[in-house]
């Protein structure tokens, strides 16, 4: 396999960008990280959508990031290390992927961009979203190590970044239990790269 020569747009406080260079990092591929929020013409080029994050590789330009998950574990990671190749297990992790895109996307996910970057939106709304996505997932979590299979899959990637750092939109996670010991694994693998911690208008 050739040297990858990988670069990804991203923001670094973004859990969008950072479920990215996470699972970079995870695979050990080297790789160049451009700012690019707000949207600069290289972004706008590559990605008209003008969203975060875009991962060139070579001539492949791949924008989404569940898409680059997939795009990275088919490309360089062993088959069916961290995205199953049988039925069931690429359908659980499709499932997870959907998860991330909509649940975590809509409930924790939202509650942070309000607190962090002022986004208007309806708080309680997110936040029953994020306690109704957290309480099914640690029951799931109940028993089991890993989302989607008995090992981490980008499943986990996908989800693991807006979770953990729920609580940065005022999401508690201490009645969580199974999520949160599903976070210290995680953040337990080799190569894992922390998202930085978000300033929180009024308590820097």
């Known amino acids: 396999m050739s040297h990858p020569d990988i670069t990804l747009y991203g923001l670094r406080l973004s859990g969008h960008s950072h479920r990215a260079e996470l ?3 995870l695979l050990a591929l080297p790789y160049r990280f451009e700012t690019a929020l707000p949207p600069t013409p290289d972004l706008i080029r590559l990605n008209p959508l003008r969203q975060i994050p875009v991962l060139t590789d070579g001539d492949a330009v791949i ?4 898409a680059i998950l997939v795009y990275l574990a088919a490309r360089y990671a062993p088959a069916g290390e961290w995205m199953p190749t ?3 297990g690429a359908a659980a992790v499709q499932r997870w992927l959907s998860v991330a895109a909509g649940e975590v996307r809509y409930g924790p996910a939202l509650a942070r961009l309000m607190v962090v970057f002022g986004a208007a939106a309806d708080r309680a709304a997110a ?3 994020a306690v109704r996505i957290l309480a099914f997932m640690d029951a799931h979590l109940t028993g089991r190590e890993f989302l989607a299979a008995d090992r981490p899959t980008i499943a986990d990637i996908a989800c693991y970044s807006y979770v953990a750092h729920a609580p940065e939109g005022g999401v508690s996670l201490e009645p969580y239990p199974a999520v949160r010991a599903w976070i210290g694994r995680i953040e337990a693998l080799p190569g894992f790269l922390a998202m930085p911690a978000s300033p929180i208008p009024g308590q820097e």
């Open 23 to 25: 699972f970079l990092s």
């Open 127 to 129: 936040h029953a979203t």
């Open 63 to 66: 924008s989404d990031s569940n």
């Open 86 to 88: 049988d039925p069931q």
